[in-house]
């Protein structure tokens, strides 16, 4: 009998609270200095791209997630795999939305994509919508930021404190230059612990 199930999240909730051994120090740094920025774990597509595309997209790069930008490169939104959670054969007719106004149909409550949907199109009465609310309990997930001088314990508390798995690095104008998964995180760890325990057996 399974008892419980432990998540990557629940072991960086773990270090965040407890600690273990010398992470302090790391979680001090910065995330530049901790060379967590640049392209190479951003996966971005354009605000007017149409769902499936983006999921197709995805797929293609295997991530779970996508930074959504406008027409300017400035964050707005993110698509996630989890947004289609409670799609059935029916709903399939949401695939073909630009994915901005599929995210501000599914999150009205999200300010950055405020004024997103076009309402004259009537696709906030797609029962998709409502079929979504009702069975996953879905409100507006946070866009959650931070910048490149940001600690790595802002990060962790970020991630832990906003339920998400993911926080985009954004630049004085909000475009996105990286993003930092709890994969990534836990990675920073591993490498140092293994970088300590190479040094004390040579």
Same mark, same amino acid.
């Given at each position: ?11 960086? @909730?773990? #270090? =965040?609270?407890?600690?273990? &051994?010398? %992470? ?9 200095? $901790? ?49 289609l @959670?409670? #799609? =059935?054969?029916?709903?399939? &007719?949401? %695939? ?8 501000a149909? $599914? ?20 029962p ?6 009702a ?23 970020? #991630? ?39 040094e004390?057996?040579?």
């Open positions: 009998k399974i008892y419980k199930m432990i998540s990557q999240s629940d072991v960086l @909730r773990f #270090i =965040l609270h407890y600690g273990i &051994g010398g %992470l302090h120090e790391t979680m001090e740094q910065d995330v530049e200095s $901790l060379d967590m920025v640049g392209k190479h774990g951003l996966i971005t597509v354009p605000e007017n791209l149409i769902v499936i595309e983006c999921f197709a997209y995805m797929i293609r790069q295997n991530v779970s997630g996508v930074a959504v930008t406008d027409a300017t490169g400035t964050l707005i939104g993110n698509l996630s795999a989890s947004d @959670r409670c #799609i =059935l054969p029916e709903h399939f &007719g949401v %695939l073909a939305m630009p994915v901005v106004e599929f995210l149909l $599914l999150y009205p409550e999200s300010e950055m994509l405020d004024g997103k949907a076009r309402a004259d199109k009537g696709l906030g009465a797609h998709f919508f409502d079929w979504s609310k069975n996953s309990g879905t409100k507006a997930m946070p866009l959650v930021t931070c910048s490149k001088k940001s600690c790595l314990k802002e990060v962790m508390q970020l #991630i832990s404190e906003n339920h998400v798995h993911r926080v985009y690095i954004v630049d004085s104008l909000g475009k996105p230059l990286s993003v930092v998964t709890v994969t990534d995180v836990l990675h920073v760890f591993v490498r140092k612990e293994m970088a300590f325990f190479g004390r057996d040579s």
